[in-house]
């Protein structure tokens, strides 16, 4: 059950004890769910069983993402990194069907293509950042967008795959990362970002 207007309370306490906070979210929003908008049930996703209005998840992923930018672009004063959705690479079936991950070089850029649904999430997390550097007053917080969607969809190799400690018969895991990996990339980009800041030249930097 989710409050698509709301922002939990105990993440935004804990947000004011940070400086520097990245955000990150996409493959939760593929669970079952319902959705509740001023305290009233608006519908869900993949719920046969209950009597509620099919929601489409880019529709909830946007008004999560608008809830979840104006918050802190209204009630954070520190530096706000939004990190974009990632990409699994199951193939020869899904993740609960025996797909796998056995990969062992990235694509060429040529070979790339990009799920249509995390190119969707992608897109909205940009737009929504967007927007919500409109409603930042007297210069904070500093909002940043880390964009990996596309990097991300270049490294199939990157996943434990069946590598990962888990129990035996557990599915392959081709939507984490190994480390090191792709996420140490990741970390250089964040890097790269954050060091003009702090040697006093804000940079508002898309990656």
């Known amino acids: 059950m989710l409050h698509l207007d709301v922002p939990d309370r105990e993440w935004t306490n804990q947000l004011q004890e940070y400086d520097i ?30 009597n509620a209005t099919k929601i489409d998840l880019i529709s909830e992923f946007q008004m999560t993402m608008e809830t979840v930018m104006r918050h802190i672009a209204t009630q954070y004063r520190g530096i706000a990194m939004i990190r974009t959705v990632s990409v699994d690479h199951f193939e020869h079936g899904q993740w609960d069907g025996g797909g796998k991950c056995n990969r062992t070089h990235p694509y060429a850029r040529k070979d790339v293509t990009v799920p249509q649904k995390n190119a969707q999430m992608n897109k909205v997390q940009a737009e929504e950042l967007e927007k919500a550097m409109t409603l930042v007053t007297r210069g904070f917080p500093k909002l940043l967008l880390l964009n990996v969607t596309d990097s991300a969809a270049m490294r ?32 250089q980009l964040v890097l790269h970002t954050l060091e003009p800041i702090y040697r006093g030249k804000f940079l508002t930097a898309t990656l």
């Open 156 to 187: 199939p190799d990157g996943h434990p795959d069946v590598y990962r400690n888990q129990p035996d018969n557990s599915p392959n895991d081709c939507l984490h990362w190994c480390l090191p990996g792709p996420i140490d990339m990741w970390n």
């Open 21 to 50: 906070a990245i955000f990150s979210t996409g493959y939760w929003h593929f669970r079952k769910s319902l959705y509740y908008v001023n305290n009233t049930l608006l519908g869900g996703s993949l719920h046969e069983e209950v």
